[in-house]
Nanobody, 119 residues
Framework: QVQLAESGGGLVQPGGSLRLSCAAS????????MGWYRQAPGKQRELVAN???????NYADSVKGRFTISRDNAKNTVYLQMNSLKPEDTAVYYC?????????????WGQGTQFTVSS
């Protein structure tokens, strides 16, 4: 079992920046990849960015060049640095951990953290 705790949500003005954190209850070395997803009202949850335990990153086209996912192995934490924020970035952001164990795949989700981009 993996617990994920997100933090960093709030209210930000357009063009502003915010950093989200996702702290895992186990060493993130043992997590194959971690990612951030978001769900806006009335929309499906979508991938924002993910990072493998080897450091390979992947971003949604809508956030490329504005968001950066990173990891601090010593703190078992993954971050999402968000810059040049737009109102359409408003959503609940969820952290996800994916573990492969033999032929099994395990997905774990955090509770989510809300932030709003508005003037």
């Amino acid at each position: 079992q993996v617990q994920l705790a997100e933090s960093g949500g709030g209210l930000v003005q357009p063009g502003g920046s915010l950093r989200l954190s996702c702290a895992a209850s186990i060493s993130i070395f043992s997590i194959n990849h971690m990612g951030w997803y978001r769900q806006a009202p009335g929309k499906q949850r979508e991938l924002v960015a993910n990072i493998t335990n080897g450091g390979t990153t992947n971003y949604a086209d809508s956030v490329k060049g504005r968001f950066t996912i990173s990891r601090d192995n010593a703190k078992n934490t993954v971050y999402l640095q968000m810059n040049s924020l737009k109102p359409e970035d408003t959503a609940v952001y969820y952290c996800k951990a994916v573990l492969y164990r033999g032929s099994w795949l395990y997905n774990y989700w955090g509770q989510g953290t809300q932030f709003t981009v508005s003037s």
